[in-house]
């Protein structure tokens, strides 16, 4: 069965601190792996992964992936009061179609 | 605003009743996926629709129904409502069927069932 699994659940920390937040995976023809932030409603799309070790970066977030271990990290550094969210890892398998695997979420939130 | 539109935002209903909630996705987008987002469970796919045709299932009960229309519009219909049904469920669009292609996702529509 396809799964995703995210770490911590959840996490609290101080403005100005940097997170590191995981994701593993084992799923069937795996495509890419997507990171999605939410926050009040809908997830909003963050990064989307496909290729080992090329790290993609937006601001103070990055994220990597490592297609040998089934794993990804999103780092968010020098963190603000507004990267409170839920951070979500998707994993698209191609069965036929495109379908996405999430994982429970990591809840963030940062403390002034 | 990621372009996808959904409605209601929010529905309040009994158990035993029958819902449709209505997706419209971005402009152009030919695909339409559907989730169930609750306390418990996280973010579970549902089903998928190209082009008017199913193309996959995820979780979907069975008395729980998608259509996706001719102006690629989508319908979920949820019937003989249980209180598990509470849930937020999103509606998500990509422009094909590609496997490398984004899903952008719609506010969601609250369903609580009482």
């Known amino acids: 069965e396809d799964k995703v699994v995210q770490s911590p659940l959840s996490l609290v920390v101080h403005e100005g601190d940097t997170v590191t937040l995981n994701c593993s995976y084992e799923?069937?023809?795996?495509?890419?792996l997507l990171w999605y932030k939410q926050e009040k409603k809908a997830p909003t799309f963050l990064f989307m992964l496909?290729?080992?070790?090329i790290e993609k970066k937006s601001g103070r977030l990055s994220s990597i992936l490592d297609k040998k271990e089934l794993f990804s990290i999103l780092n968010i550094t020098a963190t603000q009061t507004g990267d409170s969210a839920i951070y979500l890892c998707?994993?698209?398998?191609?069965?036929?179609?495109?379908?996405?695997?999430f994982g429970q979420g990591t809840r963030l939130t940062i403390n002034p | 605003d990621s372009g996808v539109t959904q409605t209601p935002k929010h529905l309040i209903t009994a158990t035993g009743q029958r819902v449709t909630l209505r997706c419209s996705p971005r402009?152009?987008?030919?695909?339409v996926y559907w989730y169930q987002q609750s306390l418990d469970q996280g973010l579970q796919f549902l089903i998928q629709?190209?082009?008017?045709?199913?193309?996959a299932k995820g979780n979907i009960l069975e008395r729980f129904s998608a259509q996706q229309f001719p102006d690629l519009h989508s319908e979920l219909n949820l019937s003989s409502l249980e209180l598990g049904d509470s849930a937020l469920y999103f509606c998500?669009?990509?422009?094909?069927?590609?496997?490398?292609?984004?899903?952008?996702f719609g506010p969601g529509t609250r369903l609580t069932v009482l």
């Open positions: 496909t290729s080992s070790g």
């Open positions: 629709y190209y082009n008017g045709e199913e193309r």
């Open positions: 799923v069937t023809n795996f495509r890419s």
């Open positions: 998500a669009s990509s422009r094909t069927l590609g496997p490398t292609d984004t899903q952008y």
């Open positions: 998707a994993v698209e398998a191609w069965q036929g179609a495109q379908k996405l695997v």
């Open positions: 402009s152009g987008d030919l695909s």
